[in-house]
């Protein structure tokens, strides 16, 4: 089974199989989605077709969906729509709000977090769902994900000035707030550092994403529950480097991998281990590596 993983440099769209490959990784396909904008970040999700996630691109308050199309190779992706949802500081927050199985185009800033029609979008249309989550600082950024042992999607976001969490159930025209708590270290210290990564991943399979922090090489996984540091491990590298918590084996388990000038490391998760390093190219591009480093 293969795992993909969308990178994008300059206007070009990555796909690439990653145990389909040996040390070297070479693409599976290789798509032109436009001229080059480094204020362009990737969000691919499963917006629009049943065949998995499309390629998808936010540049400056325009959301760009294109089919990847099990294509091979090279080519220009095929264009499917696009959205007009925002300014340019906003942060992409792409998941399935109306439960019909395809993700939504959504962003949050600053307590605002606004969901939009994607099947068949419509330029300049008003979201689908309109929530305040509380006043946020801007450095503030969403995850999205089930946390809380129910079958719902909830929204947190993650404060890297302050190290805090807060974990909301969707609702209109103010979100509950379910929990708050600060990304501690095995003292009890709040995280400090830059850059801070925030996710939830399933890590251990049970159908729950884990609320974690990536900082200088450590991962730092807590207890939704209680708000206490579960599980602490260290991958590297000490500065710089991009997680990238993928079910690269497809398991159905989450494992980590590192991202860091150019080359891709991954980890099986029992410690976890190195199980493999590819180098993938575009070195100084970690900031395009996900939807994760949203600046
Ligand atoms: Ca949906
Ligand atoms: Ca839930
Ligand atoms: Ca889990
Ligand atoms: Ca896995």
């Not at 993983?5 to 436009?34: C, D, F, H, R, Y």
């Not at 929530?131 to 976001?157: Q, R, S, V, Y």
Request: charge should be negative.
């Amino acid at each position: 089974m293969t795992s993909h993983k969308t990178w994008q440099v300059a206007g070009v769209l990555l796909v690439l199989g990653l145990l389909s490959t040996a040390a070297s990784a070479q693409p599976v396909g290789s798509l032109w989605s436009g001229p080059a904008d480094p204020a362009c970040i990737p969000v691919p999700a499963n917006y629009k077709t049943p065949n998995g996630p499309e390629l998808s691109k936010l540049c400056g308050g325009a959301w760009h969906m294109f089919d990847r199309g099990g294509v091979t190779g090279t080519g220009t992706a095929g264009y499917l729509g696009g959205i007009w949802v925002t300014t340019a500081d906003k942060y992409p927050a792409p998941a399935d709000y109306t439960g019909d199985g395809f993700d939504d185009v959504s962003w949050f800033y600053q307590g605002v977090w606004n969901v939009y029609e994607t099947l068949n979008p419509t330029p300049g249309a008003a979201p689908i769902m309109a929530m305040w989550l509380g006043a946020h600082t801007a450095d503030c950024k969403p995850i999205t994900g089930n946390f809380t042992g129910d079958a719902g999607l909830e929204l947190a976001t993650f404060c890297p000035s302050t190290a805090t969490f807060r974990v909301f159930t969707p609702a209109e025209p103010v979100a509950t707030l379910l929990t708050t708590f600060q990304a501690v270290d095995g003292g009890g210290t709040p995280l400090t550092g830059s850059p801070m990564r925030a996710f939830g991943a399933d890590f251990d399979g049970d159908g729950f994403d884990t609320l974690t922090v990536f900082l200088n090489g450590n991962w730092w996984q807590y207890d939704y529950n209680t708000g206490t540091l579960d599980r602490n491990f260290w991958t590297g590298p000490a500065s710089g480097g991009e997680p990238v918590p993928i079910d690269w084996d497809g398991d159905g388990s989450v494992e980590p991998a590192v991202f860091n000038s150019g080359a891709l490391t991954l980890y099986s998760d029992d410690a976890p281990t190195f199980d493999r390093g590819l180098w993938i190219g575009n070195v100084g591009n970690e900031r395009f590596i996900s939807k994760l480093t949203q600046e």
